[in-house]
């Protein structure tokens, strides 16, 4: 039997070469800013979260490539999407402790730091890349920055990061090959549509008969409900989805956003449960990212006021305008819109209702 060497805890962990990463360079210009090593070390905590988050995104992603996803690898991404979200909530609640600097406290060494910035933030980009946000996604200001900021080797990196397929992209061929888009010998989708007439037609009476809106906002309301049939009509006429597609109004494609709608119509049924949470763990990956972007920039704003940041940009305002912009699954935090209540669902015929349930008691109706 072969005899392991000892493991010690600082030599595992490289704890000298950690806790010796901190190089203040307030320190080098004769006196060192106080709060500029929390700075320091709050950073190389979110790029380790970062590190881990790729770790588990990648995974995520090969396992997704295979033409054939059984269950229990479903389980396992759920699984690893859940332990992402986690890690978010540490990289939000990580701004609270960066707000115990005050502005004066940053205004130390500032200076200092110029021209480094978050943009050359590689790990970060590398998972908006690795979600699906591409180049051609972002603002002209942000690949300006990219190609000034970034060192050639880090921006050869992204480019091939941003070549790779993304998260969105294996997600859409997973939910394009789901039998949910047709049915044999039923009509699903044209009985949905006949709920959404229903649903609208209910809708336009409320509006129609209340007597709290004056004929203006009648107008107006009844206009927003005739945009809503439109956007329906258009989900379920692949003309005007190409169009829409084409336009860049969405990202899924057709298939793929009737797999979403009916998994999200449907998903106590067992087989369905997983598919969903898959889905809704990306929706809330997109969500912490959006509040972590948001928090950033508020924070910011409450340091730096409207000064230009140390890489150059904008500060606050650049921040503001990234926070609803960069968000890969925009298309799922859309599906609410194609939803009907539970009561006007169509009823499922028995076999295909028997194929997504589990029967666990063996007294079945």
């Keep these: 039997m072969k005899i392991r060497t000892p493991v010690y805890y600082a030599d595992y962990l490289q704890l000298p070469k950690i806790l010796d990463a901190q190089a203040p360079e307030s ?26 988050i790729l770790h588990e995104l990648d995974s995520i992603r090969t396992i997704m490539e295979k033409p054939f996803i059984p ?23 990580q701004i609270n402790v960066m707000e115990t600097m005050t502005s004066l406290d940053f205004m130390e060494f500032r200076d200092y730091l110029v021209p480094a910035s978050g943009f050359q933030s590689l790990q970060f980009r590398l998972i908006e890349a690795t979600l699906g946000i591409k180049a051609h996604h972002r603002m002209e200001v942000e690949k300006q920055f990219f190609n000034s900021r970034l060192k050639p080797e880090d921006k050869k990196t992204l480019e091939e990061a941003e070549g790779k397929i993304s998260m969105l992209e294996v997600i ?57 049939e439109k956007t329906f009509h258009t989900l379920l006429d692949s003309k005007s989805f190409d169009v829409w597609h084409a336009e860049g109004k969405v990202r899924l494609s057709q298939k793929a956003m009737l797999s979403c709608v009916f998994i999200y119509l449907y998903r106590d049924y ?24 948001y928090r950033h920039a508020i924070m910011v704003q409450r340091i730096l006021g409207t000064k230009i940041g140390t890489g150059g940009s904008s500060g606050h305002e650049y921040l503001r305008s990234t926070t609803e912009r960069n968000r890969a699954f925009l298309d799922l935090f859309n599906l609410a819109t194609f939803l009907i209540p539970k009561s006007m669902r169509p009823k499922l015929p028995e076999k295909i209702a028997t194929q997504l349930d589990i029967v666990y008691d063996s007294q079945r109706p």
């Design 71 to 93: 269950s229990t690898d479903l389980s396992v991404i759920n699984r690893r999407l859940e332990r992402v979200t986690k890690i978010q909530d540490l990289l939000i609640d």
């Design 27 to 52: 320190v080098k210009h004769g006196k060192e800013a106080h709060d500029e090593t929390l700075f320091i070390i709050i950073h190389q905590a979110y790029e380790l979260w970062f590190k881990q």
């Design 172 to 228: 859409e061929a997973w939910l394009a090959r789901m039998p949910f888009s047709k049915f044999e010998g039923f009509d699903f989708w044209g009985d949905y549509s006949e709920a959404v007439k229903t649903m609208l037609s209910q809708d336009r009476e409320i509006i129609s008969t209340n007597p709290s809106l004056d004929d203006r906002l009648k107008l107006m309301e009844l206009k927003n409900l005739d945009m809503t």
């Design 270 to 293: 067992p087989a369905l449960q997983m598919p969903f949470k898959v889905l809704n763990s990306l929706t809330e990956i997109d969500e912490k990212f959006t509040t972590w972007r």
